[in-house]
């Protein structure tokens, strides 16, 4: 889509979300939301199964986790006009159940009651401006830091599932078997998607993670789909 075409020419989509003024486009912006869908989808099994474990009933967290991630997500997109996810934290809902549910013994009734205030409260803080002296506060490198912990969290449960790392008693995780089947794809699957990426091919991501899972399904590694 080009620069110079006028706001006539252009389609409501371009209009509304002002995709040629951000230098992208319909098509960019349609694979990029395919790419982060699959990159994200792990959290409609993980996050459940984390409330689970606080007694919360799995379907309901199930549905839960579905509905507030849609309605988050398009609310920053139609109004913010953000192209991100917005859905429930790895680490806060883990939190919620080994701490506050575990640890602290609350029912998971009275946490969701907290959480409803601190939201509450942070709502006040966002609308009143409040937060963002807050954040001005936090310095750069600890802010840099969160982004890096996050990554390395969720990475750290990607070596794991790939069995990249296993457990051991002595140093919590140690390096798996590399000649596991599954960590040779992993890796091959990791090496593409790096090549693609690196040649700034579109869609890089998303063909990196077809191509492994649909070679994992072919290898017995994974199931396939049942339903």
């Known amino acids: 889509m080009e620069y110079g075409r006028t706001n006539q020419e252009k389609g409501f989509l371009d209009r509304f979300f002002k995709l040629t003024q951000h230098g992208t486009s319909v098509k960019t912006e349609f694979f990029a939301g395919i790419t982060m869908f699959i990159a994200s989808v792990y959290i409609l099994a993980v996050i459940p199964n984390l409330l689970s474990v606080s007694g919360m009933p799995h379907a309901s967290a199930v ?3 579905v509905l507030t991630t849609a309605f988050a997500t398009m609310l920053i997109g139609l109004v ?9 934290g ?11 549910c575990g640890a602290m013994g609350l029912s998971w009734q009275t946490a ?5 205030i601190s939201g509450t409260v942070f709502v006040i803080l966002t609308v009143t401006k409040v937060l963002n002296k807050i ?9 840099t830091s969160i982004g890096v912990g996050i990554g ?6 990607g070596f794991k599932n790939a069995h990249i790392i296993v457990p051991n008693n002595a140093t919590f995780v140690t390096l798996g078997n590399m000649q596991d089947p599954a960590v040779l794809l ?4 990791l090496f593409i998607t790096s090549i693609l990426l690196a040649k700034q091919v579109k869609g890089g991501l998303l063909i990196g993670m077809a191509f ?10 994974t199931k396939m789909p049942a339903t």
Do not use: H
């Not at 936090?138 to 802010?143: A, E």
């Not at 992993?186 to 699957?189: A, E, K, Q, R």
């Open 80 to 88: 913010a006009n953000v192209p991100v996810i917005v859905a429930p």
């Open 63 to 65: 549905a839960a986790v």
């Open 152 to 157: 390395l969290f969720v990475a750290f449960i």
């Open 90 to 100: 790895l680490g806060l809902s883990a939190f919620f159940s080994y701490t506050i």
């Open 212 to 221: 492994t899972t649909i070679a994992a399904m072919a290898l017995g590694l």
């Open 135 to 143: 954040v001005d506060g936090i310095p750069q490198v600890l802010k």
């Open 112 to 116: 969701l009651g907290a959480v409803f």
């Open 186 to 189: 992993t890796l091959l699957g």
